[in-house]
T-cell receptor, first 114, second 112 residues
């Protein structure tokens, strides 16, 4: 089967640093993505890691270790507007030769307080 | 503006009354997919399409149908809706080989 595990909830204060972990077990792996979803809104893309290592985009960074089937999203200098759900998603092959599918984790709700 | 649109945004219906949720994208993306989102279960893929006339089941396809007759449109059909299909539905698209998936605004469906 395919599964992704991430914590269900994380709380932090403004200005802090938070790390959201994701471990995965999938039949085939091309890369790990992260999406943000505010309450009532659509998921929006944050980052994609295909190779091991850290990718930095402003206050957000994402890390991947393929050998450990593990990745994390690091959020720095937290702001109230970062309160949202964060989903990791694995890009994995489908039965179509050129096709890939995105398999999502159940999401982590981040609450940032002042 | 590049976007994915869904209609309707909200729908309340009754068991057994066939309905269609439309999805359209103006980015010329090959790949489109449908997800349902339920509390505590994340986003689960219903169906996806690699291109026109190429569709396949996702993780939770039972009770749903799709078609892809044109590249821009990917409607989701519920032939005989049941209360367990009450959910928030998202359509998404991306180009083949692209990493970023673009989501529509969502359709909140209630089946009584």
């Amino acid at each position: 089967g395919q599964s992704l595990e991430q914590p269900s909830e994380v709380t932090a204060v403004e200005g802090a640093i938070v790390q959201i972990n994701c471990t995965y077990q999938t039949s085939g792996f091309y890369g790990l993505s992260w999406y943000q979803q505010h309450d009532g809104g659509a998921p929006t893309f944050l980052s994609y890691n295909a190779l091991d290592g850290l990718e930095e985009t402003g206050r957000f960074s994402s890390f991947l270790s393929r050998s450990d089937s593990y990745g994390y999203l690091l959020l720095q200098e937290l702001q109230m507007k970062d309160s949202a759900s964060y989903f990791c998603a694995v890009r994995s092959p489908t039965r179509w030769k050129a096709g890939t599918a995105l398999i999502f984790g159940k999401g982590t709700t981040l609450s940032v307080s002042s | 503006e590049a976007q994915v649109t869904q209609n309707p945004r909200y729908l309340i219906t009754v068991t057994g009354k066939k309905l269609t949720v439309t999805c359209s994208q103006n980015m010329n993306h090959e790949y489109m997919s449908w997800y349902r989102q339920d509390p505590g279960l994340g986003l689960r893929q219903i169906y996806y399409s690699m291109n026109v006339e190429v569709t396949d089941k996702g993780d939770v396809p039972e009770g749903y149908k799709v078609s892809r007759k044109e590249k821009r449109n990917f409607p989701l059909i519920l032939e005989s809706p049941s209360p367990n299909q009450t959910s928030l539905y998202f359509c998404a698209s991306r180009p083949t080989g692209g990493h970023e998936q673009f989501f529509g605004p969502g359709t909140r469906l209630t089946v009584l």
